[in-house]
């Protein structure tokens, strides 16, 4: 099935350094997003990166996008400790309205 | 900023119960969705609605779910009969384009069957 998975599943960084989360998937996209989940909350979009760019930039994200080896990162620049998340891709195939699917995600701990 | 709001935040209720979650997207958005999300596991998707009907469904919205858009805010999800693993946190989402762009979730129902 077309499904995003992370790596790592967890990773543990001082503030100020960078974070950088990475996600695979199995088929053909039309778009790729980010998701940010506070522990036990909602899903906060991030970034949507479509099929036909190769990076995109929002504040101190930075997304790339690979199709040709079907993968994407995410990178987090000059992480703080409001940055502790878990954080998940989902890819839409464009063929159905609006079907989302997710990754495992990555939970990410940013110690002060 | 408009964001989407669910209620209750929390519910628990005894296996073969019904249950109600309700949700209000943001108020000029067409594209509507739940997803839930089992303690530790994936998020998955279960249903989309668009245009006062079923888009797409997935595997695990059998006969015992059902949707409804009873008015003009509000955005349902019924569970009939509930089952132990049906526990799980969902989320409604809402998006103003065709599916696929930027949804926007709400803070989700914790949904507790024991």
């Known amino acids: 099935s077309q499904q995003g998975e992370e790596d790592p599943q967890a990773l543990s960084i001082q503030e100020g350094e960078n974070a950088t989360m990475n996600c695979s998937y199995k088929t053909s996209i039309n778009n790729l997003q980010w998701y940010r989940q506070n522990s036990g909350r909602g899903l906060v979009h991030l970034i949507l990166?479509?099929?036909?760019?190769r990076e995109k930039h929002s504040g101190r994200l930075r997304v790339t996008l690979d199709t040709s080896k079907k993968s994407s990162s995410l990178l987090i620049t000059a992480s703080r400790a409001a940055d502790t998340a878990s954080y998940f891709c989902a890819t839409y195939r464009g063929s159905t309205l609006g079907r989302l699917y997710f990754g495992r995600g990555t939970q990410l701990t940013v110690w002060p | 900023e408009p964001e989407v709001t669910q209620t209750p935040s929390h519910q628990v209720t005894q296996m073969g119960q019904e249950v109600i979650l309700r949700c209000v997207p943001i108020?000029?958005?067409?594209?509507f969705y739940w997803y839930r999300q089992i303690l530790g596991q994936k998020v998955e998707f279960l249903v989309s609605f668009y245009n006062n009907e079923i888009s797409e469904k997935s595997e695990i919205f059998d006969d015992q779910f059902s949707v409804e858009r009873p008015d003009g805010s509000n955005f349902t999800l019924k569970i009939r009969s509930t089952k132990l693993e049906d526990s799980a946190m969902y989320f409604c989402?809402?998006?103003?384009?065709?599916?696929?762009?930027?949804?926007?979730f709400g803070p989700g129902t914790r949904l507790l069957v024991l």
């Open positions: 990166i479509r099929s036909n760019e």
């Open positions: 108020s000029n958005h067409l594209y």
């Open positions: 989402a809402s998006s103003k384009d065709r599916g696929g762009e930027t949804q926007y």
